[in-house]
């Protein structure tokens, strides 16, 4: 059976607008959400209760009691769905956003791919850049790209076959999104691996995977830690080296 975030995962994709903006609501309340009626919820975002009905059911929920319940089980068990703070739970929450099935389908991809690109910037730059390391040293043509042009240009030498992989925390940065629309019309593969939020770059991908985080800014810079994407990107390449290069 799903567990709470697996269903999340599988069903955002499936919100409007303003369903999304009243799953951040809910998300919000926390702890108090557990009190709260559905016509409460329905008032303070002046909308109706089969709204919130139907929000639920999208989620992959029986509706509004059984989403309150579940989300309300999942916080109680330790930090809050959104405000994580603790660097175990991140990675115990990352973990449960994985899905068995889809790590290996893109393994499979990844193993008859003619070439791997990774796109990335910042500090997930970094991340990236020992992902690729990994890859080239079992054999695998793989590149790294930083540079928004050189981005764009390597994309648009990709062909069925190739794989492009794009990492970002907000899903939201322009250069990736761009390069990776590029790649995709040459007929490459796509994945993404971003922070667990409904963004564009998923959005675009062929596949995604999710990670918890928890964003932190200084005068504007970012500096959240990406050690949920260190996680899936240990993951993926554990997971490659026992499936295909222990034999």
């Known amino acids: 059976m799903a567990n709470f975030f697996e269903k999340i995962q599988s069903n955002r994709k499936y919100l409007n607008e303003s369903e999304e903006s ?21 008032n303070e975002n002046f909308t109706a209760p089969n709204a919130i009905i139907r929000l639920c059911k999208k989620l992959g929920f029986s509706g509004f009691v059984e989403f309150r319940e579940a989300y309300c089980n999942e916080i109680s068990q330790g930090d809050t769905f959104l405000s994580v703070t603790s660097l175990d739970e991140q990675i115990i929450k990352t973990k449960q956003l994985m899905n068995d099935e889809l790590v290996h389908q893109v393994l499979e991809q990844m193993y008859k791919s003619k070439k791997i690109l990774f796109f990335a910037v910042g500090l997930s730059r970094i991340v990236a850049e020992e992902l690729h390391q990994r890859f ?24 069925p076959g190739d794989i492009a992989i794009a990492i970002s925390i907000s899903g939201e940065t322009s250069a990736r999104i761009r390069a990776i629309e590029i790649a995709k019309s040459f007929g490459a593969s796509t994945i993404s691996i971003t922070g667990f939020s409904k963004n564009t770059l998923s959005q675009l991908t062929d596949f995604q995977f999710y990670a918890m985080t928890s964003e932190t800014y200084v005068n504007d810079i970012d500096v959240s830690d990406r050690l949920g994407l260190y996680y899936i990107s240990n993951y993926l390449f554990r997971e490659y080296v026992n499936h295909y290069c222990m034999h």
């Not at 609501?25 to 329905?42: D, E, G, P």
């Not at 790209?145 to 390597?154: G, L, Q, S, T």
């Open 22 to 42: 009243l799953l951040d609501y809910m998300f919000h309340q926390k702890v108090s959400l557990k009190k709260m009626t559905i016509r409460q919820i329905a």
């Open 136 to 159: 080239a040293t079992v054999g695998k043509n793989s590149h790294i790209f930083i540079d928004p042009h050189v981005m764009y240009y390597n994309a648009k030498l990709m062909e």
